[in-house]
């Protein structure tokens, strides 16, 4: 006999109508194979076996009790022929290739479509192994060998990586880092981590995997993005307050524009540590540097109007930080910015590349690659890549701006509650001076 090369397929039956002509021992067999699967299962039958008569009055399934009739076929998505009558089986098999309906004829290869395989399931996995007809005990023997490799425990791991494929499906973007991903999940361990160590360890150690493919994609788009920004300026530029965003984004645009200018906005008031900081990098990393500061010097500014920082932030700001840094920011047409959403609740709104009016009269496009960074994103990329903090962190400060306007905030609140003393959360630079 020829063995046909069979293609193997799973069937959703659900709801299906399948038609099992015969209710003897071998069709109960099929029957209670089907049942579970929640198939519309109809037994046509003169006579049939206690447990096809107990799952019919069940009303899991449906008993015709009379012979096969040609017709009873009509509207079936699958059937089998599982009668001692050789004429009845032929009959079915006939009636359903008229149809083009799946068949099968059990011990009658001729007279099948289809063949079912011996099954091992555990949790959502089935295992189908088939001899081709050939030699179905051998196939049995072969599915009893590796039944003990995937027992339940086996299954109900399945059951919990299934729970990470929306994380997956959301945050990894391409079919091939997610397809990669569930390779180095799978070929992790994870598995013996879950048998052994229980589902707490599993999931931390899935999580790990997860957030270093997930930062991995980050820095892929965010790389891609500075590249296509950078690529249609002429004259880039970006800003930075030596904040830990701010490095990062550095760093990330470094390693593609090694000397992109840097725009530091020097108010007369920052922390004696920023201005070491700022030395320190420049020197260290060879940075194209460019300071802005006010048009007075601070001895200026403080003789005409006073503590303004004390009594005016807002007039403050705009004289010592926003309007410096738009006069210089007016030299260039792209400004790489570091803001994130999740900073604070205005930024939430921000779009990641968009013509923004400067306070001085000119547009400029500002692109900010790390909009839709968390923070914990930002540290695991310093971390990674060995990037410099600014020493204040150490001391409790959440963000930094000008000594005399930032208290640490030792994590509590936003990371931007340590400034102005929660009256206000942006000097203007970002979003023009606010009045
Ligand atoms: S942060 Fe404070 S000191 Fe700095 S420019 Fe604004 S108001 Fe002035």
């Avoid at 699958?78 to 290739?97: Q, W």
């Avoid at 070929?187 to 360890?201: H, L, P, T, W, Y």
């Avoid at 899935?206 to 004259?235: C, Y």
């Amino acid at each position: 006999m020829t063995i046909p090369y069979y293609y193997p397929v799973l069937f959703n039956l659900e709801e299906r109508r399948v038609v099992v002509v015969g209710g003897g021992e071998v069709a109960t067999a099929k029957v209670e194979q089907l049942v579970p699967t929640g198939a519309a299962v109809f037994v046509i039958s003169p006579e049939t076996s206690p447990e096809i008569a107990d799952l019919h009055k069940s009303g899991a399934v449906q008993w015709v009790p009379r012979r096969y009739r040609s017709g009873d076929l009509y509207g079936a998505y699958l059937v089998i022929a599982a009668t001692d009558e050789p004429a009845t089986n032929t009959a079915v098999y006939e009636e359903a290739e008229m149809r083009s309906i799946p068949v099968n004829s059990v011990d009658d290869i001729p007279h099948c479509s289809f063949i079912v395989p011996s099954i091992h399931r555990t949790g959502p996995m089935t295992i189908a192994i088939s001899s081709g007809g050939a030699a179905p005990t051998a196939a049995v023997r072969a599915r009893q060998a590796i039944a003990d490799q995937f027992d339940d425990v086996y299954g109900e791991h399945l059951y919990f990586l299934n729970r990470y494929r929306e994380r997956i499906k959301t945050t990894i973007p391409t079919f091939t880092a997610r397809r990669d991903l569930w390779y180095r999940i799978v070929d992790s361990g994870i598995e013996k981590v879950f048998r052994v160590e229980g589902e707490d360890a599993a999931h931390d150690h899935i999580d790990a995997l997860i957030t270093q493919a997930e930062d991995e994609a980050r820095v892929e788009a965010a790389l891609e993005f500075i590249r296509g920004e950078l690529s249609r300026a002429d004259r880039p530029a970006m800003t930075i307050s030596m904040q830990l965003g701010g490095m990062v984004l550095l760093h990330l645009v470094r390693s593609i524009e090694p000397d992109i200018p840097v725009i530091f906005v020097d108010t007369g008031y920052h922390f004696p540590e920023t201005l070491r900081f700022l030395d320190e990098v420049a020197r260290d990393w060879g940075l194209d540097l460019r300071i802005a500061a006010a048009s007075e010097t601070l001895e200026e500014h403080e003789a005409q109007r006073g503590l303004l920082h004390l009594t005016n932030t807002t007039a403050c700001c705009a004289l010592r930080k926003v309007l410096p840094a738009h006069r210089v920011l007016e030299d260039h047409d792209l400004w790489l910015s570091s803001v994130r959403r999740t900073q604070t609740e205005n930024r939430n709104g921000f779009t990641a590349a968009h013509d923004f009016s400067l306070e001085t009269g000119g547009m400029i496009r500002r692109a900010s690659p790390l909009l839709d960074w968390p923070w914990e994103a930002v540290e695991r990329y310093a971390d990674t890549h060995g990037i410099p903090r600014h020493p204040l962190y150490d001391q409790g400060y959440t963000s930094i701006g000008c000594a005399p306007c930032t208290m640490p905030t030792f994590g509590a609140g936003d990371d931007r509650s340590g400034r102005w003393d929660g009256d206000r959360l942006e000097c203007g630079i970002n979003i023009g001076v606010a009045t």
